[in-house]
């Protein structure tokens, strides 16, 4: 009885140490050097670089109204 | 039997303790999110440039001396050529009216993130600089941003200098319109005015230019500021011909007249060279290697010959 639990726990171990070494692995590319595809345009990866430096819209008018006046004046 | 039962736990907890410890792989390859390797990479005091040429029409010159010396190319701001908000009115009906939200400018993006449909792209520009063993590559997009109201645009094709600006604007992978800006400078502040076309209609645009600790600050040629001469024209560029510039490897200029009045956006082109084709024995040696081919355009807009970059930028293949 004792034998057939020591058995089955080993099983078990077994078993987990092959999942831990499985999800720990890299997602396979198949060959070495392989690279996943990339899908999006450069030109939006770059835009959403700059996406990030864009003005708020919060800033208030303050320069622009003064143009503005010194303009109808 | 005791003995057994301890001798299967002790080698359970071996097994643990073994796949605990075991080291996971880099998550190298794409994003290149990974944390710069230092400074160690190749020091670019003695860099020897190979592509500075003389600047030309509307393009501003890539600054080669901020360009990063960290071992692997991450994707970041590189240059900032105009950014600022404003208003975008349509003539026909004056409460029709946008506001406007805008950045363009160079952006530096790892080798590892550019598809093959990206590599030969009128906006990316590969800049290389000699260090005292290797050749190491930049790629950069020209690229931008617009917001009409909420609304998000991307810009392509475009084509800058200090005094006039041009690009396609895209939704959603979409050409929509377009954009043509003049600068002009008044009470000591840049405004860029000009027309923007999206879903055909047609906007005048004025946008406050603002500062950014990127952007590009150059010597403008100091006009009388008699735009009132100009007359009512402001100058605008159809997309279709924008995406015909771009095919035959030009650039969109906006001259200027004697009274420096703003004259119709021309497509500029120069006798691009032919361009090699990569072989397919360097194709398959680069993708072996991990590198990526990279073309894009020189300062002309000519179309350039693919290089294998590697994602530190060093040539291979």
Redesign the interface.
């Given at each position: 009885m004792k034998k057939t639990i020591a058995l089955i726990l080993l099983l078990v171990s077994a078993m987990l140490f092959g999942c831990t070494q499985k999800g720990g692995a890299q997602p396979s590319g198949g060959q070495p050097g392989t690279q996943p595809k990339v899908t999006a345009a450069v030109e939006d990866i770059a835009a959403d670089e700059l996406a990030k430096q864009i003005p708020s819209g919060e800033e208030n008018f303050t320069e622009l109204d003064d143009i503005l006046v010194g303009m109808a004046s | 039997?005791r003995k057994?039962?301890l001798f299967?736990?002790v080698?359970?907890m071996l097994?643990?303790a073994?796949?605990?410890a075991?080291p996971?792989?880099?998550?190298a390859?794409?994003g290149n999110e990974s944390e710069d390797k230092g400074m160690q990479g190749n020091g670019s005091a003695n860099a020897t440039v190979i592509t500075n040429k003389e600047r030309v029409r509307a393009n501003i010159p890539i600054n080669v001396s901020n360009l990063p010396v960290a071992a692997q190319i991450r994707?970041?701001?590189h240059q900032?050529f105009l950014?600022?908000?404003?208003i975008a009115v349509n003539p026909e009906n004056e409460l029709d009216f946008r506001?406007i939200?805008?950045?363009?400018?160079r952006?530096l993006?790892s080798p590892?993130?550019?598809?093959?449909?990206?590599s030969n792209?009128a906006?990316?520009e590969v800049t290389c600089i000699n260090t005292t063993a290797k050749e190491r590559c930049y790629?950069l997009?020209?690229?931008?941003?617009l917001?009409l109201d909420e609304e998000?645009y991307?810009?392509?094709n475009i084509d800058v200098d200090n005094e006039s600006a041009t690009a396609s604007i895209?939704k959603n992978?979409t050409e929509v319109g377009s954009i043509a800006l003049v600068k002009v400078d008044?009470?000591d502040?840049e405004?860029w005015a000009g027309k923007l076309t999206v879903s055909g209609t047609t906007y005048y645009a004025y946008i406050?230019g603002?500062q950014?600790q990127l952007r590009v600050t150059a010597e403008v040629q100091e006009r009388v500021q008699e735009y009132k001469a100009c007359g009512p024209k402001l100058p605008s560029v159809n997309a279709t011909e924008i995406s015909s510039c771009k095919k035959e490897g030009g650039r969109i200029y906006i001259g200027r007249d004697e009274n420096g009045c703003p004259m119709a956006p021309t497509c500029v082109k120069t006798s691009c060279p032919p361009v090699t084709p990569v072989s397919a024995q360097l194709r398959v040696r680069c993708?072996?290697?991990?590198g990526?081919l990279v073309g894009g355009v020189d300062d002309d807009g000519c179309p350039v010959s693919q290089k294998c970059l590697l994602a530190s930028g060093e040539t291979a293949g």
């Open positions: - | 039997m057994n039962v299967v736990t080698f359970i097994l643990f073994v796949a605990i075991a996971k792989p880099d998550n390859g794409m994707t970041q701001i900032v950014t600022g908000r404003g506001y939200r805008i950045i363009t400018g952006v993006v590892n993130n550019i598809s093959e449909e990206s792209s906006d990316l790629p997009v020209r690229a931008g941003v917001y998000r991307n810009l392509r895209y992978d008044k009470m502040a405004i406050l603002l950014h993708r072996n290697q991990g990526t």
